[in-house]
């Protein structure tokens, strides 16, 4: 994959097919930081140096230094965010942040404190949203809104490739301004988003073979590549698994998979299907989200020139 524009693709690293992360810099010289890139949410945070020490999950990960940054600007303003699972609290700072190889000077988050809950199982340090700027804290400008602003992009495009296979290398890649041919094969289906300002598009309905069993009448999808999961509401994952003859136990819906034949004894593996159950309340609710396991399968470009997702079998 050559070089566009100054643009490199950045590989990502797949984490048990749960945690999709990779790397960027904030500083200079440039501290390194490994981010998820989350279309869900539109700001960028990081663990700070100043975070409490009794802040286990801050402290187990790799933390923003404004000391030793010869570009850190101050700024201070109070930051909260509050995500399905997880809080973050910190205040805001300003510094060069280089992403796929293009520089941008960034307003983000410092994270003093990180929930522990579920940020001790965080393998990467912190978050880059990719959504629109409507929904961005603060009213801060997005990341991949800076860089559009300079105009050193072939296309206003980003691109995510999730490998499903944990030892296929990388376990991923996002493209900043195209997509990569490696990773898909066939043309691209578009959606165009629901309402400009989030990556959410119609569905058309949920069917289990040719049995058409939920959202019949159109429904909310967001497309989201800071997910793990599939998640809709309750009531349908329900009737869904059940159809599929998942049970549900406390770590999630588990369907005995074809026990293995090689085996000499039966081994009864236990699956884990990769559904939740998610009420999300009106307004923004009910809604399904389409989360990484839908992207390991549908290489995915997000449009922002013309406000649409675009879907291609990945390879
Ligand atoms: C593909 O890689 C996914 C990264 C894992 C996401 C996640 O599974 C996670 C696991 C362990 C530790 C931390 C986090 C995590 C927590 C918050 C932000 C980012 C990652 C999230 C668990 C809680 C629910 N959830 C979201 O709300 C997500 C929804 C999404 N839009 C984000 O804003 C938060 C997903």
């Known amino acids: 994959t050559d070089d566009k524009n100054g643009t490199v693709p950045t590989p990502l690293t797949n984490y048990l097919d749960t945690q999709y992360f990779g790397e960027i810099s904030i500083g200079s ?29 801050c402290f187990t990960h790799n933390r923003y230094d404004a000391s030793q940054s010869r570009t850190y600007v101050e700024n201070g303003t109070g930051f909260s965010i509050q995500y399905a699972a997880g809080n973050v609290r910190g205040f805001l700072s300003e510094d060069v942040v280089v992403v796929g190889g293009i520089p941008v000077v960034q307003v983000f988050a410092e994270a003093a404190s990180l929930s522990a809950m579920p ?9 880059l949203g990719m959504g629109y700027p409507n929904v961005a804290i603060d009213g801060i400008t997005p990341v991949f809104d800076g860089i559009m602003s300079q105009h050193v992009l072939t296309e206003e495009v980003f691109s995510i490739y999730y490998s499903r296979d944990p030892k296929h290398s990388p376990g991923g890649e996002l493209v900043l301004g195209g997509t990569d041919p490696d990773y898909y094969s066939g043309n691209f289906n578009y959606m165009d988003t629901k309402e400009t300002g989030k990556w959410e598009v119609n569905m058309k309905g949920v069917s289990v073979g040719m049995e058409m069993m ?27 698994m059940k159809n599929i003859g998942a049970q549900l136990d406390e770590s999630g819906y588990k369907v005995n998979c074809n026990t293995v034949k090689t085996l000499p004894s039966i081994e ?9 159950a998610l009420d999300v309340p009106p307004p923004t609710g009910p809604m ?24 291609a079998t990945a390879v």
């Open 214 to 240: 939920f959202c019949a009448e159109g429904c909310t999808a967001v497309i989201d590549s800071g997910s793990s999961y599939i998640t809709g509401p309750a009531s349908s994952v329900s009737a869904l």
């Open 288 to 311: 399904w989200i389409l989360g990484a396991n839908f992207i390991a399968r549908y290489y995915t470009e997000f449009d922002r020139r013309n406000n649409r997702i675009g879907f």
């Open 268 to 276: 009864v593996d236990v699956c884990t299907v990769t559904f939740r």
């Open 119 to 127: 940020f001790i199982f965080a393998k990467f340090d912190g978050v």
């Open 29 to 57: 010289p440039p501290q390194l930081f490994n981010v998820v890139f989350d279309t869900g949410s539109a700001n960028l945070w990081v663990p700070s140096q100043s975070c409490s020490p009794f802040s286990t999950a």
